[in-house]
C-alpha cells in the first residue's frame, strides 16, 4: 500500500510488537500511551500532508526503482529539483507541527546507503547496493518510517572503537555465519525510534582496520527480537499528562521523541546488511549522511522559526507593542537570521552533485555552514522571543489554577492584555513560546546532526584554503597574476618598473 | 470547448453552462507561500458560480480539462519549470504570489484578474 495517510500510519504501528520502557514501565501500546501521542501525531503529519493538493508537489516523488509515486521521505535524490525540495519539505513540516516530524533521519540513512554500497562494491565487487535497492523498494511499497540510528554511546570519545574498555559502546558484529550476522551494543538519542517502522543502523565515525567489526551497516524492522528502546526524558514532558495548555504544543510536543536502542544479540539476515566489516568506507558514509541531515537544519529549524517568530509577533501585538521601534527591529532580527539559514539549506541543495550511483549529494561544505549558523542562530532568534514575551513564559500559572472558581478570575485579570484579545489565548501562545524556546528544542539545535565541533572539521576539511592563499598571494604580486598582465599588456616586472620610474618623475 | 459567446443568459440561479468548465489545478508545494493559495482558488470558484457559470477542478488530472492553472505560492514559480511549456494545448495560467504574468496585484484583485483572464480565453 504506497502512500499511507496520517491515520493508516498510526493504526500501521499496532501490528508491531516492540519492547519500549519509559519512567520504570514497560509500555503495552506504544500508539495509546499519551506521553508518545504527540510525538506519533508529528510523523503522522509526513504522510497526512502527502495526500493534500496543497502540498503533493514537495511531499511526494516519483520513484526512480519503480516510476511509482511515493512519500519523498522514502525517495533517493535523483536531481537539484529533488535536493531544493526536500528542503522545502522540512520548511513546511516544521511550519506544520512547530517541531521535529522525525522522519529525516531515516530519509538521510536512506540516501546514505545508496551511494555509498555502490561505491563499496564497484572496488570490492559485492553486492550491497542490490540488497539495499530492494531494502529501498520494500521501503518505497509500503511507505515505511525508518527511525536513523548513527550515534553510539561511544564511552571515551578520545578512544577509537577498537580501544574501547566496553565494546557495547559502539555497535558491533559479534558474529558472522552463511545466514547472516550477530550484532550486540545501542545507538543513543534516536529520534522517532519507537514509532518508525524500520531501524536502520549506520557506523558514527571514520574508522580503522582493527575496528572492522563495528563498520556495519544494516535494517532491521523495529520488534526484531533483541531490540529495547528506552524512551528518553525532555524539559516538561509529563506536563502533557497534566494539562495540554501547560504543555505547550500539545497537538506535536517538542523535538523528536529520542529513544535509547539496545540491541542484544540481534540476527540480521545477509539481505539486510549493508557494509560489515568495510571501514575504509565508514567516514564517506558519516560524511554523506551527515552531510544530507545537515542540509535539513535550514529547512526544519526555519520552519519552526516562523512559528515562534509568529507567536512573538501574536504576543507582543496582545501586549500592546507590537509597534514599538525595539520590537520590530527584534523581529526583523530574527526574521533575517532565520532567512540566512534557510538560503544555506537552499544553496547546499542548489548546489548539489550527482554521486556514481547517480543519485544527488549536496555541497558538503555549504550544508556544515547551514547546520553551523543553526547551532548559533536558533539559540539567538529563540532568546529574543523570550526577550519580546516576557518573564510570563516561564512563571504563568497552572491551567489547573486558571480554572480554580474563586482564584482563576483573579488570575485571569492579572494576565489581560489589550483590549479585546482573549486572555485565554494569551496563555496558550505564551505557553508555545515556552515549549519552543526553554527546552529540548535548543540542544537538539546544537548536537542534532552532529556537535559544532564535528561542523568545524569538514568546513576546514573543504575550506579550499590552500586556493585561498594562492588567492592572495596574486592579489599581493607573489604570483604571476596573467589577468593582469593581459590588462596592462606587458609582464608584471616590467610594468611595475615603469611606473616606479612614473612616480619618481612626478613632483611631489 | 465552450466559449463565454455560447452561453445563454440564464435566469438567476441556473447555470448557463450544462458542461462544467474543468480547470486541472496545481498547487506548487507551498513551503513558504505568500499567498492564501486555497483561499485564492476558493474565491476563483466563487466568481464563477456566482456568475451562474459551472466549474470544476481537479487536482490530479490525467482528464481532458479546458485550462490548467498554476497556483505557485510565491515569485520563485517551482510549477513553471515542468508545466508551462509542455506540448499540449491546454491553455495555462500561472499566478506568482501576489503576481500574475508577472505584475504585482493585490491578494484580493489575484482572483478577479485571473476569472477575467479565463474569460477571456474561452470567449
Ligand atoms: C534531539 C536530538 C536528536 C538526535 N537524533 C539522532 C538520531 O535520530 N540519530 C542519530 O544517530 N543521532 C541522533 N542524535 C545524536 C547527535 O548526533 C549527537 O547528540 C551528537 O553527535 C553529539 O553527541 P553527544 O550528544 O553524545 O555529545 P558528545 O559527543 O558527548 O559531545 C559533547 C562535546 O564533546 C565534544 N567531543 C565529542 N567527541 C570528541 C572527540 N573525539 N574529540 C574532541 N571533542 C569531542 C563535542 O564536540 C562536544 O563539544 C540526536 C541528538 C539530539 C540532541
Redo the contacts between chains.
Keep these: 500500500m504506497a502512500l499511507m495517510t496520517g491515520r493508516d500510519y498510526i493504526e500501521s504501528l499496532r501490528e508491531l510488537q516492540l519492547e519500549v520502557y519509559f519512567m520504570g514501565e514497560k509500555i503495552t501500546s506504544v500508539v495509546d500511551e499519551p506521553m508518545f501521542q504527540p510525538h506519533i501525531n508529528t510523523a503522522a503529519m509526513t504522510y497526512e500532508l502527502a495526500h493534500d493538493p496543497q502540498h503533493q508537489e514537495i511531499m511526494t516523488a516519483t520513484s526512480h526503482l519503480t516510476g511509482e509515486k511515493i512519500n519523498r521521505f522514502t525517495h533517493v535524490h535523483h536531481s537539484i529539483d529533488d535536493l531544493v525540495k526536500k528542503v522545502r519539505m522540512m520548511r513546511l513540516l516544521g511550519q506544520k507541527t512547530g517541531t521535529c516530524f522525525q522522519r529525516c533521519v531515516g530519509l538521510d540513512a536512506l540516501n546514505a546507503l545508496y551511494a555509498t554500497t555502490y561505491e563499496i562494491d564497484e572496488k570490492n565487487g559485492t553486492t550491497y547496493h542490490e540488497r539495499f535497492k530492494k531494502h529501498l523498494r520494500h521501503m518505497q511499497e509500503k511507505d515505511l518510517m525508518s527511525a536513523g540510528a548513527m550515534t553510539d554511546p561511544r564511552g571515551d570519545r578520545s578512544r577509537r572503537p577498537s580501544e574501547q574498555k566496553n565494546p557495547n559502546a559502539y555497535l558491533h558484529i559479534s558474529k558472522k555465519d552463511n545466514d547472516g550476522i550477530i550484532v550486540n551494543g545501542a545507538k543513543a538519542h534516536i529520534t522517532g525510534a519507537i514509532n518508525s517502522h524500520e531501524i536502520i543502523a549506520l557506523p558514527t565515525r571514520a574508522m580503522g582496520e582493527n575496528d572492522s567489526d563495528f563498520a556495519v551497516a544494516f535494517a532491521v524492522p523495529v520488534d526484531t527480537k533483541g531490540i529495547k528502546f528506552v524512551f528518553a526524558r525532555q524539559t516538561n514532558d509529563t506536563r502533557r499528562l497534566e494539562s495540554p495548555m501547560d504543555a505547550g504544543n500539545p497537538k506535536y510536543a517538542i523535538v523528536g521523541g529520542e529513544a535509547l536502542i539496545i540491541f542484544k544479540d540481534v540476527f540480521v539476515p545477509w539481505e539486510r546488511v549493508f557494509m560489515a566489516g568495510e571501514y575504509e568506507f565508514c567516514g564517506q558514509l558519516v560524511e554523506t549522511f551527515a552531510g544530507h541531515h545537515r542540509a535539513n537544519y535550514g529547512g526544519c529549524k526555519v520552519g519552526l522559526s516562523d512559528v515562534v517568530i509568529g507567536a512573538s509577533h501574536w504576543v507582543a501585538d496582545a501586549h500592546g507593542v507590537a509597534k514599538a521601534s525595539h520590537i520590530i527591529d527584534k523581529l526583523t532580527e530574527m526574521i533575517a537570521m532565520a532567512e540566512t539559514c534557510w538560503s544555506c539549506s537552499l544553496a547546499c541543495s542548489y548546489e548539489g552533485r550527482k554521486t556514481q550511483s547517480g543519485s544527488y549529494n549536496i555541497n558538503p561544505l555549504l550544508a556544515n555552514v547551514t547546520k553551523l549558523n543553526i547551532t548559533r542562530m536558533v539559540y539567538e532568534w529563540m532568546r529574543l522571543s523570550h526577550d519580546i514575551a516576557g518573564g510570563k513564559i516561564i512563571t504563568l500559572p497552572s491551567e489547573s489554577d486558571i480554572n480554580l472558581p474563586g482564584i482563576g478570575e483573579v488570575i485571569t485579570e492579572c494576565f489581560e492584555g489589550k483590549e479585546g484579545v482573549i486572555v485565554n489565548d494569551i496563555f496558550k501562545m505564551l505557553r508555545l513560546v515556552e515549549n519552543m524556546s526553554v527546552g529540548a528544542g535548543l540542544p537538539e539545535a546544537m548536537h542534532g546532526a552532529g556537535s559544532p565541533a564535528a561542523q568545524k572539521i569538514m568546513i576546514a576539511r573543504r575550506s579550499g584554503i590552500e586556493r585561498k592563499r594562492e588567492l592572495a598571494e596574486t592579489i599581493a604580486g607573489i604570483r604571476t597574476d596573467e589577468n593582469f598582465e593581459k590588462i596592462v599588456g606587458k609582464p608584471e616586472e616590467e610594468y611595475w618598473q615603469e611606473t616606479k620610474e612614473k612616480i619618481k618623475l612626478k613632483p611631489r | 470547448m465552450q466559449t463565454e459567446s455560447d452561453l445563454p443568459d440564464m435566469p438567476d440561479g441556473q447555470c448557463r453552462n450544462e458542461r462544467p468548465i474543468m480547470i486541472h489545478?496545481?498547487?506548487?508545494?507551498?513551503?513558504?507561500p505568500e499567498i492564501d493559495?486555497?483561499a485564492v482558488v476558493k474565491r476563483l470558484e466563487e466568481l464563477f458560480l456566482s456568475n451562474n457559470l459551472k466549474v470544476e477542478f481537479d487536482?490530479?488530472s490525467n482528464r481532458n480539462t479546458d485550462l490548467l492553472i498554476l497556483v505557485n505560492g510565491c515569485p520563485h514559480a517551482?510549477?513553471e519549470?515542468d508545466n508551462m511549456n509542455s506540448a499540449t494545448m491546454t491553455p495555462c495560467f500561472s499566478i506568482q504570489g501576489a503576481m500574475i504574468d508577472y505584475r504585482p496585484v493585490t491578494e484580493e484583485e489575484l482572483p478577479v484578474i485571473l476569472y477575467e483572464k479565463i474569460l477571456t480565453i474561452l470567449s
Aim: overall charge positive; hydrophobic content about 20%.
Design positions: 489545478l496545481k498547487y506548487c508545494g507551498g513551503c513558504n493559495r486555497p487536482f490530479n517551482c510549477l519549470k
